[in-house]
């Protein structure tokens, strides 16, 4: 057990609250992602339809407040649900060694929602970059980034949906709430609808791009 491990499960009853923000952070994050991915599919309906809902946003100022709030979150999110991620090398090749013993579905489950989880730390941390460099989002701007940056949001998109929807699917298992096979198969097909969505709205902003 790691020196932050220990830190953050000194008894069971903080081990509940470790395990309880991580749910929760976890469901924020794929709400946001989900509601993210409904707004910018309004592409789809028009340049001038994004365009009103990023002003409209704006003028609530619910993306000054929702931006950092859900930096915060995803912060939290990283501590809580990484910490049992083993940090050193040969720890990791004995994950690696087990999980292939084992063959285990979920085991494999796990191990790829913690490298994917690297991943959109990674890649999340510059699409925000991105974003903020060329504020306000518009739908021009917003069409200019995914033509110029199309195979980074391809990736973003897959790695960030498979993460959500196995993450989900982890943690109904881990608390025991819905059957695991029945769990799985409605989290499969909303996976691959957002993706699907994800897919047309990159090819709707390249369309856009390609026209301006």
């Known amino acids: ?12 009853r903080a081990d509940l609250l470790v395990d309880l923000a991580e749910l929760v952070s976890g469901l924020l994050l794929v709400g946001f992602l989900w509601t993210h991915m409904i707004f910018v599919a309004t592409i789809l309906l028009g340049g001038r339809t994004f365009d009103r809902l990023s002003i409209l946003l704006d003028e609530y100022f619910l993306s000054y407040i929702g931006i950092p709030f859900i930096i915060i979150v995803a912060m939290v ?3 809580v649900a990484g910490r049992r991620i083993p940090n050193k090398w040969h720890e990791q090749r004995i994950i690696l060694r087990h999980s292939k013993m084992l063959g285990h579905t979920d085991t494999w489950i796990w191990v790829f929602q913690t490298i994917t989880g ?4 990674v890649l999340a941390g510059i699409h925000v970059w991105m974003v903020l460099s060329g ?9 200019e980034r995914v033509q110029s940056f199309l195979w980074f949001y391809i990736v973003l998109l897959l790695v960030g949906e498979y993460h959500a929807g196995f993450g989900l699917y982890r943690q109904f298992v881990k608390w025991g709430w819905i059957n695991r096979h ?3 198969a409605v989290l499969k097909t909303i996976t691959v609808i957002i993706v699907a969505l994800g897919a047309v709205t990159l090819w709707a902003f390249m369309r856009l791009g390609g026209a301006q």
């Open 182 to 184: 029945t769990i799985g």
């Open 1 to 12: 057990m790691t020196t932050q491990e220990k830190l953050l499960t000194r008894n069971p």
């Open 135 to 143: 504020w306000p989002i518009r739908a021009v701007t917003s069409a």
């Open 118 to 121: 690297m991943a959109i730390l």
């Open 77 to 79: 999110h990283m501590v």
